[in-house]
């Protein structure tokens, strides 16, 4: 299975604060790599995919970049909203593979 | 607007089967070449991909839990289902299903999830 690892596991950040989460994949996964927010208690939702690709309806702070192994998620001024836990997917090959997920809390 | 409810038992007892059943609403199940999967979550911990199935009913698994599950798919009622035999305490998770675009590659509707423990 390919291993996708995320850093930071959390991070502390304030409104209007830029924030970068990495994912890192074992193996070169070309730019099949999804992200997803995660609130307690809800379904994780598509915030942008095939790397860069912004999901309909998701605000343009965030953006996806990368290709090949390493990846980056940014969120250019984070919103209350925005609290949550993010998650990196591989799609390059099955089985699909989940990073551990970065929490984004309040400083 | 796709939308997506999952249904069935939320405790089963250990060495039973699981049996989860999705409602498609706002969509049919088999148009638009999609791709239905089930994805669950582990109290506190990250996702872990069960598998999808093609409208067409073709079906592509997680090895590490091929020997036990079966995804299926009814279109005469837009719903698609997961079974997991012999189910031991580590399948104990809140599991999803979701809407796979048809590319394979990510899932951009999904159920709000049910919580299935496995207990005697």
């Known amino acids: 299975d390919i291993q996708m690892t995320q850093s930071p596991s959390s991070l502390s950040a304030s409104v209007g604060d830029r924030v970068t989460i990495t994912c890192r994949a074992s193996?070169?996964?070309?730019?099949?790599l999804n992200w997803y927010q995660q609130t307690p208690g809800k379904a994780p939702k598509l915030l942008i995919y095939a790397a860069s690709s912004l999901q309909s309806g998701v605000p343009s702070r965030f953006s996806g970049s990368g290709s090949g192994t390493d990846f980056t998620l940014t969120i250019s001024s984070l919103q209350p909203e925005d609290f949550a836990t993010y998650y990196c997917q591989q799609s390059y090959d099955i089985p699909w593979t989940f990073g551990q997920g970065t929490k984004v809390d309040v400083k | 607007q796709v939308q997506l409810q999952e249904s069935g038992p939320g405790l089963v007892k250990p060495s039973q089967t699981l049996s989860l059943t999705c409602t498609v609403s706002g969509g049919s199940i088999s148009s638009g070449g999609y791709y239905w999967s089930w994805i669950r979550q582990h109290p506190g911990k990250g996702l872990e991909w069960i598998g999808y199935i093609y409208y067409s009913g073709s079906t592509y698994y997680n090895p590490s839990l091929k020997s036990r599950v079966t995804i299926s798919i009814d279109t005469s009622k837009n719903q698609f289902s997961v079974t997991l035999s012999s189910v031991t305490s580590a399948d104990t998770a809140v599991y999803y299903c979701?809407?796979?675009?048809?590319?394979?590659?990510?899932?951009?509707?999904w159920g709000q999830g049910t919580l299935v423990t496995v207990s005697s």
């Open positions: 979701a809407r796979v675009g048809s590319s394979g590659s990510w899932a951009d509707y």
């Open positions: 193996q070169s996964i070309t730019t099949y």
